[in-house]
Every structure is written in C-alpha cells, then in structure tokens.
C-alpha cells in the first residue's frame, strides 16, 4: 500500500523567502508519480508539479521546485520568494504506474508573512 | 476552458434524504474519481471509474454509489446520507491512469447533513 506522510502541519514564512514543505512516501512500485497541490481559502485544488519517478532530474515549475531524493523517499516542494498569494494548504500526492488511487498526505498549512 | 464541473458547491441535507452531486468534465478524460477531504486526514477515494460503465470502489465507498454512463458524467450519489458524510468532496479527472498524469480537480462540494 501506497503512503504519504507530511509532518509539519502548519509553516510559516516571511514574503520573498524561501520554503521547503516536507513530503515522505512509502510504495513498493518501481514506477510512480509524486504530486503537488495547493489548496488556497477559495477551496479548490490547483496543481502544482510533478516528478517522476524515473526522472532524473528534479522538476521545476516557475517558483515551484521539487527536492526528489528517491533513496530517502522524500520528495520536498521548494517555494522561492514566497507571495503572500502563497498562503494555502499544500497537498503532497503520489500515483502508481497503473494509478486507479491518487493517495494523498495530510496536507501542510503554509502561511506567508508580510 | 478546459474544466471540471461539479454542483452544487454547498448543500445541506436531512438524514436519510437521497441526494446527487453531479460532475462533469469537458477535457476528454478516461479516467474520473471522487474524493472527500477531511481535516488532518488529506482527501480520501471514494469511487473511481477507468471509462464508460467501468467503476470501482476507492478507500472509503461505503454509503456511496457513482454511475458512469457517459465518459463526460461521473454523478455521486448518497441513497441515504448520514451527518458522518458530512464533508468537502471533489471531483477529479485525468486523460489516463498512467503515473504522469495529473488530475484535474472541480471546485468542490461542501455538503452538510443534519
């Protein structure tokens, strides 16, 4: 069975620096995908960026970059100068190669200071 | 655009009285499932369908049924709601169920059951 763990429920930031949010996941695939989602105060869900698993270099996205460290199954977003628009729950989520279930984490509550 | 749509965004029910939240996509997508998020819990599967008259239970499908007759339509329908339903659900797509391929979420249904 496929898992994610976020440990850090809440985070804080100060505008136009940078964070890291943590992702750790546990599968026995060889072949996946890893995700991530924000989630602002509106509700919905917006994607973010993906990483393969086979991929060998980290995915980037804008400000958006992921820390993909397959021996350690982590997968970090990194935000670089954090928006105040940035504020948002942050959702971390992996799929298998033949992915019928998305699973995702609790979830990370970022807020970004003036 | 390229969307999912689910109605309603808010709905408050009365045990016991059969509701359905509809969903559909514009994007062409095989691949269509539902979630329902709970705080400290990330969002959990509900039901997911491969393609047309293709379904099949997530992690938490009790009290719950979908149909898909259509490949754009992916209604969930509660027979006879109970307040532990009581949650924020969504609505997903993808083009497959391939590992790099992202869903694409609708808004959100905020559904309270008294």
């Known amino acids: 069975a496929q898992k994610i763990t976020q440990t850090q429920p809440g985070m804080f930031v100060q505008e136009k620096e940078a964070v890291t949010l943590d992702c750790t996941y546990d599968?026995?695939?060889?072949?996946?995908?890893l995700f991530w989602y924000k989630q602002p105060s509106s509700g919905e869900m917006i994607f973010l960026i993906y990483?393969?698993?086979?991929?060998?270099q980290n995915a980037t996205e804008g400000r958006y970059s992921l820390n993909f460290q397959k021996a350690r199954k982590s997968a970090n977003l990194v935000i670089s100068a954090s928006q105040l628009g940035d504020s948002a729950m942050y959702f971390c989520a992996m799929r298998a190669y033949y992915g019928q279930n998305f699973v995702f984490g609790p979830g990370t509550r970022l807020s970004v200071l003036p | 655009e390229a969307q999912v749509t689910q109605n309603p965004r808010y709905l408050i029910t009365v045990t016991g009285k059969k509701l359905t939240v509809t969903c559909s996509q514009n994007m062409n997508h095989e691949y269509m499932s539902w979630y329902r998020q709970d705080p400290g819990l990330g969002l959990r599967q509900i039901y997911y369908s491969m393609n047309v008259e293709v379904t099949d239970k997530g992690d938490v499908p009790e009290g719950y049924k979908v149909s898909r007759k259509e490949k754009r339509n992916f209604p969930l329908i509660l027979e006879s709601p109970s307040p532990n339903q009581t949650s924020l659900y969504f609505c997903?797509?993808?083009?497959?169920?391939?590992?790099?391929?992202?869903?694409?979420f609708g808004n959100g249904t905020r559904l309270t059951v008294t």
């Open positions: 599968t026995s695939d060889q072949s996946y995908g």
């Open positions: 997903a797509s993808s083009w497959g169920d391939l590992s790099n391929s992202p869903l694409h």
């Open positions: 990483q393969g698993s086979y991929d060998e």
